[in-house]
């Protein structure tokens, strides 16, 4: 293949794994027949191709050689005197805004608060340009390793970097936090004798391990989802439907930890607020980009108005990467009343201004944003994806709806803007929802019990919800 030559072999050994990559190396079963090579070597002879290299980069000697010095690397450190583990790494790609951020910053905050040893690596953060998650975590004065990101250092740079200081430092886990697909796997490659643990939204986690495994970077031994299972202590996922598929992809024990958020201990509502406000707010809070689908929102709206009392829909998010999407999005709600607020550097003041939360995003893990209005007792209308049918208890806290059915939707929204006493009853069941599954308590807890075996505590009563 390297010297431009078409290869016909019997699929034996390691022939099948060299084939998904080399288009121009044929197999024929290993106990084929005569007639099934004559039939295999003349479809080749007759599509032969132009002589030129066939070799894919992952399988040179440089390759090779990468792989062998990251395990030597690794297996060195296993004989090497180290100071006794202690605590967590999580490593993270940045600390800006989104769910898997806040949640990661919540958890190392509260572990430091409750004395473990915890430490943080980012890989995507420019070093003289913090993030205002990575400034909040050094100023309750928890370490954080900032590796410079591309062209700074490619993975195996940044990795090498990464795992020589966890090997220093060592941990009794380290926690992959929505880890880059390649870094992680390198990061696996490099930490033998490490208890690592997956942390990953569904969806995203396996088509970015498949597209990293469909074309792997040069001497990466992991080859598929099995591969890199057999390196973890386990996998952690944000709920109960995502875990069979994490067990059949990795063939390792999945636990499942949803996320946690902060129970207020009173809902902050203006003093001046009137007894009948003169509009139902609708409020929603999420990034505006293609997946959060708010494009349904606002056409539910639409099919719901004519059958809706005097109403306003707030929306707090910033612009993710794509503004032509934002601005279409902001043209197509110009003649409703929509209002655009931006990213809410306090989430609690914006909910304490709504009636209704409305979530309607996919694929989705498990929100934070429809956690925090919970919290804040208010009642949800969410689309029935991912973990939101595990959060909210239809016709209990709040509805759910088939996802992309916006009449579906327009419908819940009537049915929840006609009946204040039903908002009420269903935004103090899902406050104490949260209070009993979704707090930052009992998410820190589930991460000790599951990556320390250490014995929760009580988790604290829930505060009263005060009225509006």
């Not at 080749?44 to 980069?57: F, Q, S, T």
């Not at 390793?145 to 886990?173: C, Q, W, Y």
């Not at 129970?263 to 607020?273: F, G, I, K, S, T």
């Not at 406000?277 to 708010?294: H, I, M, Q, S, Y």
């Amino acid at each position: 293949l390297a010297a431009g030559v078409p290869v016909v072999s019997s699929d034996v050994g390691g022939a099948a794994e060299v084939a998904a990559f080399h288009p121009h190396l044929h197999l024929v079963a290993a106990d084929a027949d005569h007639s099934a090579w004559v039939q295999v070597l003349t479809s080749v002879l007759r599509a032969l191709p132009a002589r030129a290299a066939m070799l894919h980069p992952a399988f040179t000697t440089t390759a090779m050689a990468r792989g062998y010095a990251r395990l030597y690397a690794a297996a060195s450190s296993l004989v090497q005197p180290t100071p006794p583990p202690a605590g967590f790494w999580l490593v993270i790609n940045n600390l800006s805004t989104g769910g898997a951020q806040s949640s990661a910053r919540r958890l190392v905050t509260h572990l430091h608060a409750a004395g473990i040893q915890v430490r943080v690596a980012l890989l995507q953060e420019e070093i003289g340009r913090p993030s205002a998650g990575r400034s909040a975590l050094l100023a309750a004065g928890i370490p954080v390793l900032v590796v410079p990101p591309p062209p700074g250092l490619d993975p195996e740079e940044s990795t090498a970097r990464l795992a020589a200081a966890i090997r220093a430092d060592p941990p009794r886990a380290v926690l992959l936090w929505n880890v880059m697909p390649t870094h992680k796997l390198l990061l696996a490659e490099r930490l033998l004798g490490v208890a690592l643990w997956d942390v990953s939204p569904g969806e995203m986690n396996f088509s970015s391990l498949a597209r990293v495994f469909a074309t792997p970077p040069p001497g990466l031994a992991l080859r598929g989802g099995r591969d890199y299972g057999a390196r973890l202590a386990g996998a952690i996922v944000k709920y109960a439907d995502e875990a069979p598929r994490a067990a059949a992809t990795f063939a390792v024990g999945v636990a499942v930890i949803p996320n946690g958020v902060p129970l207020p201990a009173m809902v902050a509502r203006p003093a001046a607020r009137p007894v009948v406000r003169p509009r139902l707010v609708f409020g929603t809070a999420a990034r505006l980009a293609p997946d959060k689908r708010l494009e349904d929102l606002v056409a539910a709206l639409r099919l719901a108005a004519p059958r809706l009392p005097p109403w306003e829909l707030r929306v707090a998010g910033g612009t993710d990467g794509d503004a032509a999407y934002a601005e279409r999005l902001r043209a197509d709600c110009a003649d409703l009343p929509v209002s655009f607020v931006g990213v809410a550097d306090e989430l609690g003041t914006f909910l304490a201004e709504l009636d209704v939360f409305v979530l309607v995003a996919e694929p989705a893990g498990c929100p934070n944003a429809s956690l925090e209005a919970m919290a804040h007792g208010l009642p949800l209308v969410a689309t029935a994806v991912g973990g939101m049918r595990e959060q909210c208890e239809h016709g209990v806290s709040g509805l759910l709806v088939p996802p992309r059915n916006p009449a579906a939707l327009a419908d819940a929204l009537v049915l929840v803007a006609g009946d204040a006493g039903l908002r009420a009853r269903w935004g103090a069941v899902g406050r104490q929802r949260v209070h009993d599954h979704f707090t930052v308590v009992r998410m820190a807890q589930d991460y000790l019990r599951v990556c320390l075996a250490a014995e929760p505590t009580a988790s604290p009563p829930v505060p009263a919800l005060t009225p509006p």
